[in-house]
Nanobody, 125 residues
């Protein structure tokens, strides 16, 4: 079992920045990937970024160059630095842990087993 708790969401104007944090505990050793996902009203949950135990990162095309995923040394904390925010980034953001397969996508939400409760990010124009 892995427990995840997100924090750091809020409201910001377009062009602004936010940093999300996720406290990770439990059986982290057997969960090789941690990731950030988001879901906007009326839309499916989508992958934002993922990071492996060794530090390999994957970012969705929509956030490349603007968002950066990172993790603490002991993988107890997961971060998402979000810069140049746009109104279309507005969503409920989740952190998750899992064992995704390369052929199914490292940032595929269906490949992740454990989820936090989410933190809201709202970007106004």
């Amino acid at each position: 079992q892995v427990q995840l708790v997100e924090s750091g969401g809020g409201s910001v104007q377009a062009g602004g920045s936010l940093t999300l944090s996720c406290s990770v505990s439990g059986d982290i050793y057997n969960t090789p990937w941690l990731g950030w996902f988001r879901q906007a009203p009326g839309k499916e949950r989508e992958g934002v970024a993922g990071i492996s135990r060794s530090g390999i990162t994957k970012h969705a095309d929509s956030v490349k160059g603007r968002f950066t995923i990172s993790q603490g040394n002991a993988r107890n904390t997961l971060y998402l630095q979000m810069n140049s925010l746009k109104p279309e980034d507005t969503a409920l953001y989740y952190c998750a842990a899992g064992s995704p397969r390369a052929d199914r996508g490292y940032v595929n939400p269906h490949e992740y087993n454990y989820w936090g409760q989410g933190t809201q990010v709202t970007v106004s124009s």
